[in-house]
């Protein structure tokens, strides 16, 4: 039996602008996130879905429309409590940083919702090791690499023992190798322990991950649906200014220079298995 | 040159005066102070001087990266000293060279003056030499405790305080790099007029308060849903632990303040 | 206007306890018109390197030569602002330099600094923002109203303004979504070509690098290590790999297939355009010779 761990209902919001023309944000925007699923939202910057994390986390209140976190309604009143079973990583790996030094960082939330000491030295060892941090203990903030932070952010949220992690571009400001440290940390993670993931990214290759994907632009839900659903639409996807995974952006140039190729290629291992079975294996 | 500064400065270490709890050494230092005044002539001086160099020795920092780092202060103390040695006129001559005269207590004022300063100097030094920020500001927070009671927001003051430490580098790294990009730009820092030197300058600043207020925005929110309420109802995480060591300490300390008593004229 | 290095050194905080080293005995040439691009992990160098291009820091050690100007550890600030002009840098995230009330204004901060007169410069700024594709009515904007990408394109402008003969790019599009950074790149490759711009290209990104770059340089622990058209530095996989580097995505496909077909292509894919071109050519010669 699947249960329901956020949800979406016809939600609309508008932000005010100083002319006092609203404009929608978000516009009438309905899907559910499952237990133990892994989502990525996905968009180019500007299409609302920075705007649909603070929705979710209540940063802002819908203008019409449900957010449901929990099976609950999210409302200034339970907001406390919600967020005390969710884990939040941003975009900034420096701004997100409290603590003087890693362990007073991963401790933050524990030491915010009255976790006693004793516990918290525990938690704090294990998400460290968790996110393969165990040696940076003591390790202030500017002797970190971005990928390191944002890793830290990541222990941070995994030491409430959440049951939904949410990742706002948290891996849009890292270098190569920062981004493919968090990924595989997050990866890691969810075939570990099944950890609900939300992450919202610009990055096709990082979505391709996903077990299910949203796709938004301008405010509107464009189409939802898994990976290989999505990536069958790949010139809607390219005309919304999103890049496609690069076995996709081969596979069709190959077509485009006239090579038959049957099926689409989101992988590279798909793409060459198509180019033996289509090419090469007479 | 502001590399060299080593005041305010902290290196890590794991001598005794390192492992003391922030709060033995914080209210060692703040009773070291007011001891110092009770040092009235040459035996009290140098017991303080003595008892001073102790310390320095059980801290395990070089005197030498003292000494250099210290310059400018010491600068100063020498300034003084010879400010006593030419202005006090009391007591026997004892230099008489042309239009100076060198007068007893002058010398000795001068020379009491400037340990005085020297040590405490050194003091307060060797407390932040061998104390990280952080601990400083949780010993300060668990001694002003008390004045809660007093409405003095000691939680909000001490988490204040931490968030500056943890974003100084970070407000430093950024500056510099404003900084370069608009030299990069053909702007001029250092010559000109002072006028033009105030208006290189904002450049300089309206970028960095731009930034810095956006880090406060986005620090705001992380601290929020990450379950910041204010102190009501938190834990520490950062916990501090008395040892032998610091009643050890205090004890040391209560022993000079009784010489300093005994052997004060 | 060339720039060459030789033997340059660099140390952050010398003579203190603090003294760290990010350069070491770096050797490089960077010739006029070409598009180089600097490789190499974070903490490789690179951003210290970039620095010394125009000056902003000075070689503790060595010599760093820009067009006619000999910049060593003892030279005065004054001769530097007169190579900056010549070499423009767009920092990383550079809209963080963003200050002035309009964006015009904004605009024409470098060239009045470098002693271009107002109108010259308020055309210029009208100019580029035309040529990076803002709406003209940005000019009177407060570059604070924008979205984050045409912020990046104002502060890029505000390095064009003063038309320096060589640019340094420092991961000019980090942070922008795929769309903002194939703009962003592409208009920098047509600067290059239209206004016979020499380019030089700090990522971390192979594939730009083997897209773009003529010339390429390698760094890693404060050392240049390899340097050499992108055929080369690529085509040595084993040597790259050693410095922790890895090659574009196309050349790794490419390897992958010509595992498979048990012959190797018969150039080196630098963009994925390159590997369907001859992946291509490869499966039609296959199909002839099984004609």
């Given amino acids: ?282 | 040159m502001l590399e060299k500064m080593i005041f305010g400065r902290y290196i890590p270490g794991t001598s005794f005066v390192h492992k003391l709890d922030p709060r033995s050494k914080l209210s060692f230092v703040f009773l070291f102070i007011i001891a110092v005044f009770l040092a009235n002539n040459a035996v009290t001086y140098g017991i303080l001087l003595g008892f001073t160099l102790l310390v320095i020795f059980s801290s395990r920092i070089r005197i030498y990266f003292l000494i250099n780092g210290l310059k400018p202060i010491i600068f100063l103390i020498a300034f003084t000293f010879l400010m006593h040695i030419f202005f006090t006129k009391e007591g026997a001559i004892i230099v008489d060279w042309k239009f100076i005269k060198i007068y007893e207590e002058g010398l000795r004022q001068g020379i009491f003056i400037s340990l005085r300063f020297l040590v405490l100097v050194l003091m307060t030094s060797i407390l932040t030499l061998t104390t990280s920020p952080i601990s400083i500001t949780d010993g300060m927070e668990d001694l002003l405790n008390p004045f809660k009671r007093f409405k003095l927001p000691v939680h909000e003051l001490a988490l204040m305080m931490s968030i500056s430490l943890r974003f100084i580098p970070t407000l430093m790294d950024e500056t510099d790099k404003i900084l370069k990009a608009q030299l990069a730009r053909g702007s001029d820092i250092s010559t000109g007029s002072i006028k033009q030197r105030i208006r290189a300058v904002i450049p300089l600043l309206v970028p960095l308060f731009v930034s810095a207020f956006k880090r406060a925005e986005d620090l705001a929110i992380a601290m929020e849903v990450r379950g910041y309420r204010g102190g009501e109802g938190r834990t520490r995480y950062r916990q501090l632990k008395w040892h032998w060591r610091d009643t050890v300490a205090l004890a040391l300390l209560g022993v000079l303040v009784a010489a300093l008593v005994l052997l004060r004229g | 206007m060339d720039i060459s290095l030789q033997q340059v050194g660099y140390s952050y905080g010398r003579n203190t306890p603090f003294e760290k080293r990010a350069l070491q005995g770096v050797d490089g040439t960077i010739k006029t018109g070409s598009y180089t691009a600097i490789i190499g992990h974070t903490g490789s160098g690179k951003s210290t390197l970039l620095m010394h291009l125009n000056g902003l820091l000075k070689p503790s050690e060595g010599i760093v030569q820009i067009g006619d100007t000999q910049i060593t550890a003892g030279t005065k600030a004054k001769e530097l602002k007169a190579v900056r002009r010549h070499v423009g840098i767009v920092f990383q995230f550079p809209e963080h330099q963003l200050f002035e009330e309009t964006v015009e204004k904004d605009i024409m901060f470098g060239p009045m600094n470098f002693g271009v007169s107002k109108e010259e410069s308020r055309k210029r700024a009208h100019e580029l923002i035309e040529l990076l594709g803002l709406p003209p009515d940005t000019a009177q904007k407060s570059p604070f109203d924008l979205s984050g990408g045409q912020m990046r394109r104002v502060a890029i402008a505000g390095v064009l303004a003063f038309k320096p003969s060589v640019l340094v790019l420092d991961e000019p599009t980090a942070g922008l979504d795929p769309r903002g950074r194939k703009e962003i790149m592409e208009l920098f490759s047509r600067l290059h070509a239209e206004e016979n711009l020499t380019t030089v290209l700090v990522t971390h990104s192979m594939e730009d690098a083997a897209r773009y770059a003529d010339n390429i340089i390698v760094m890693h622990n404060g050392h240049s290590v390899m340097a050499g058209t992108p055929q080369n530095i690529f085509g040595d996989e084993e040597t790259l790999a050693s410095f922790g580097l890895g090659v574009p995505r196309s050349v790794k496909l490419q390897r992958v297939v010509e595992k498979m077909i048990g012959r190797p292509l018969p150039v080196l894919a630098l963009t994925e355009e390159d590997l369907a071109t001859a992946l291509a050519r490869a499966a039609s010669e296959e199909g002839d010779a099984n004609a």
């Fill in chain 1, 1 to 282: 039996m699947m249960k329901e761990v956020l949800s979406m209902d016809h939600v609309s919001f508008s932000y005010q602008s100083e002319e006092g023309v609203t404009e929608k944000a978000i516009d009438d925007i309905s899907f559910a996130v499952q237990q133990g699923e892994w989502i990525a939202i996905v968009g180019h910057n500007g299409s609302g879905k920075s705007t649909l994390a603070k929705l979710m986390i209540g940063l802002l209140f819908p203008d019409e429309g449900e957010v449901n976190v929990f099976i609950q309604k999210l409302s200034e009143a339970n907001l406390w409590a919600i967020r005390s079973r969710m884990g939040f990583v941003f975009q900034n790996p420096d701004n997100q940083f409290v603590g003087s030094t890693v362990q007073d960082d991963v401790a933050f939330a524990l030491e915010n919702n009255g976790v006693p000491f004793t516990d918290m030295v525990t938690r704090v060892h294990e998400s460290l090791a968790q996110v393969n941090m165990s040696n940076f203990h003591d390790h202030e903030p500017h002797h970190l690499s971005g990928g390191q932070k944002q890793r830290v952010a990541i222990a941070g949220a995994l030491a409430l023992k959440p049951e939904l992690l949410l990742m706002d571009e948290a891996t849009s400001m890292l270098d190569p190798q920062g981004r493919d440290e968090v990924i595989r940390v997050v990866e890691e993670l969810k075939t570990k322990t099944g950890l609900t993931v939300i992450s919202i990214t610009h990055d096709l290759e990082e979505a391709l991950l996903a077990d299910r994907i949203v796709v938004m632009n301008k405010g509107k839900l464009l189409t939802t649906g898994t990976p290989t659903q999505i990536f069958a639409r790949g010139d809607e996807l390219e005309a919304i200014g999103l890049d496609l995974p690069f076995a996709m952006k081969v596979s069709r140039l190959l077509r485009e220079s006239g090579m038959e190729l049957f099926g689409e290629h989101m992988t590279e291992e798909e793409l060459v298995n198509g180019l033996w079975t289509s090419h090469f294996s007479k």
